[in-house]
Nanobody, 127 residues
Framework: QVQLVESGGGLVQAGGSLRLSCAPS????????MGWFRQAPGKEREFVAA????????YYADSVKGRFTISRNFAENTVYLQMNSLKPEDTAVYYC????????????????????WGQGTQVTVSS
């Protein structure tokens, strides 16, 4: 059974940086896209960033543009989220997601575009 495993979360001061990683555990599979979402306490899960697996084209939520960078290691089936200039409002559980069926024919920001999810990693930014 395929699982996505996130790592790299933690506690950081405002203005600091963290790098999240996500890789499959168990069987590997082909992706069309991988994305990062986050969910803060009392809020709905929201899109953060995504990357087209073959083209490498990135997509970002407006709230993180210029601060976060998504990238992937094609050979290792791993996706990264480099988070710089972190703010307290970035505090959330961050989830990795993979699109293995290309339901919409393009990279999407909605959760419905992803069929595999990780368990999440906590990111806490102190002020």
């Amino acid at each position: 059974q395929v699982q996505l495993v996130e790592s790299g979360g933690g506690l950081v001061q405002a203005g600091g940086s963290l790098r999240l990683s996500c890789a499959p555990s168990g069987s590997t599979f082909s992706y069309y896209a991988m994305g990062w979402f986050r969910q803060a306490p009392g809020k709905e899960r929201e899109f953060v960033a995504a990357i087209s697996w073959y083209s490498g084209n990135p997509y970002y939520a407006d709230s993180v543009k210029g601060r976060f960078t998504i990238s992937r290691n094609f050979a290792e089936n791993t996706v990264y989220l480099q988070m710089n200039s972190l703010k307290p409002e970035d505090t959330a559980v961050y989830y990795c997601a993979a699109d293995s069926i290309n339901r919409f024919g393009t990279v999407v920001a909605g959760m419905e575009g992803y069929d595999f999810w990780g368990q999440g990693t906590q990111v806490t930014v102190s002020s």
